[in-house]
């Protein structure tokens, strides 16, 4: 069975840290593009970061460049998402995806969804 697994979440100061996980099972995240999304309560989801695991691209929406940085561990099949600095407006559920294969980080579309995780960040 093919199956996400998002985890690391959890409540944090403003300016703290976390990482989140995001487990592969069921099948390899090797050519494949995985994008983090977030979506807070009464906005819309957003892309926050993807890595194309082909050849190691990846991409940060505007708002957490410099502060987020997301990798690729092959034997683990797993991509985390390194979350430094974070804000108040970074709250929201964290959910990751996967394209592919052979799919890089411009797709619009993922087949393949994991459930989120709650970050919360108090100011």
């Known amino acids: 069975e093919v199956q996400l697994q998002a985890s690391g979440g959890g409540l944090v100061q403003a300016g703290g840290s976390l990482r989140l996980s995001c487990a592969a099972s069921?099948?390899?995240?090797?050519?494949?593009?995985i994008g983090w999304f977030r979506q807070a309560p009464g906005k819309e989801r957003e892309l926050v970061s993807c890595?194309?695991?082909?050849?190691?691209?990846?991409r940060f929406a505007d708002s957490v460049k410099g502060r987020f940085t997301i990798s690729y561990e092959n034997p683990k099949n797993t991509v985390f998402l390194q979350m430094i600095s974070l804000k108040p407006e970074d709250a929201a559920v964290y959910y990751c995806?996967?394209?592919?294969?052979?799919?890089?980080?411009?797709?619009?579309?993922?087949?393949?969804w994991g459930r989120g995780t709650q970050v919360t960040v108090s100011s």
């Open positions: 995806a996967a394209e592919g294969p052979y799919t890089g980080c411009l797709t619009e579309s993922y087949a393949y």
């Open positions: 890595i194309s695991t082909t050849d190691g691209t990846t």
């Open positions: 069921g099948f390899s995240l090797d050519t494949y593009a």
